[in-house]
């Protein structure tokens, strides 16, 4: 009877992170590891006299029509992606380590297999069986019809007692009433959004207070998301829950006059012009590539096209986005490094892009 020896990757439950940043230095080199993540190695070993040399891998969150979703990619070897699209790092590590521990049993050296394709996101890959294309194409519909289920369809701005060092948020919720996203009105977002200059205010010129101010910030906050209030609908004070109205009672007394009265407010919200185009960029045709002269791009993923001619490899990637879509030109011959960079919608984004990285056009 032939036995198959165990990874020991497989008792590898709990790996040693390490953060990259932008700007720290550790992040890999490519354009497939996203703006930050999280680096994790998993150690060598030796199966039915067959070496596996200790590998390294990143953590990362890619947007994918309109929610973001964990992978895990190789850092060396072929940059392959292992295990699936999850909504926690935690799984997504799992089912790497799961891939990595299988290979490994099967006496597969994922380092010497033949690259089909790097960039793993829905919508169809290059090289695949069409069985994995169907599948693909199914998780590409579902995710689809879930877009409208998570869409927002509430508005609320919350204030925050003066115990509590005040302030202000702008928090949207679905249908169900589940909470989409979170923004500040009082102070400033987290590192890499956008802030609007003339809505961010003193905590202690706010608190308890439904400013006007804060009611031009949470507007321009909901433009940012490509959203609007709902024709006719105005903001409503609502009532707080008991344990909040508790929290407050103390203060009402200390504030001036009608700056407790509406510590919460709600609107209803509908999605602009431009949301609603975002999404059918997102799930429509995917945008045509101009002729370049002397090179072929060839489609790998939804969003990816590469370029492979001696002594030169290109890649274009393609992010859908409000205010116009981003495009990027990867030369990843030997240092992978942005060569041109556009924003831009359909081909005339694709164009300026392939034009700012010297190309062409046919």
Not at 167 to 189: F, K, V, W
Request: proline share 7%; with cysteine; charged share 20%.
């Amino acid at each position: 009877m032939t036995t198959t020896a165990r990874s020991i990757v497989r008792e590898t439950v709990r790996p040693h992170y390490t953060r990259y940043t932008p700007t720290n230095g550790k992040r890999p080199q490519g354009s497939g590891y996203g703006v930050d993540g999280w680096l994790f190695t998993l150690p060598g070993e030796t199966i039915n006299r067959r070496q596996f040399p200790q590998s390294t891998y990143a953590a990362f969150q890619v947007p994918a029509y309109g929610t973001l979703f964990w992978i895990v990619r190789e850092v060396d070897a072929e940059r392959r992606e292992l295990g699936e699209h999850s909504t926690s790092r935690k799984q997504a590590v799992t089912l790497a380590i799961n891939a990595v521990a299988t290979d490994r049993e099967h006496g597969t050296d994922a380092s010497q297999e033949s690259r089909t394709d790097t960039h793993q996101v829905p919508g169809g890959r290059a090289g695949e069986p069409p069985q994995a294309r169907s599948a693909e194409a199914d998780t590409f519909d579902r995710i689809r019809k879930s877009e409208e289920t998570m869409r927002p369809v509430t508005a609320e701005i919350r204030l925050a007692y003066p115990a509590a060092a005040g302030g202000a948020s702008l928090r949207l919720y679905d249908a169900r009433g589940n909470q989409i996203d979170r923004e500040p009105l009082t102070e400033r977002g987290a590192a890499g959004r956008q802030n609007n200059p003339e809505g961010i205010y003193l905590g202690s010129l706010t608190s308890g207070a439904m400013t006007a101010g804060l009611l031009l910030a949470a507007r321009w906050h909901l433009t940012q998301y490509g959203f609007t209030c709902a024709r006719g609908a105005r903001w409503t004070a609502c009532p707080l829950r008991e344990s909040e109205a508790e929290q407050w009672a103390p203060w009402a007394r200390l504030l001036p006059d009608g700056h407790a009265a509406t510590p919460l407010a709600r609107v209803a919200i509908v999605p602009t012009p431009e949301y609603l185009a975002l999404q059918e960029r997102r799930f429509g045709p995917m945008p045509q590539i101009p002729a370049i002269v002397g090179l072929t791009f060839k489609q790998t993923g939804r969003g990816w096209w590469r370029s492979t001619t001696p002594g030169r490899i290109l890649e274009l990637v393609w992010t859908p986005q409000l205010g116009g879509d981003r495009w990027y030109v990867w030369d990843e011959t030997h240092r992978p490094h942005i060569v041109g960079i556009a924003r831009g919608n359909g081909a005339l984004g694709a164009a300026a892009a392939l034009t700012a990285a010297g190309l062409s056009l046919s």
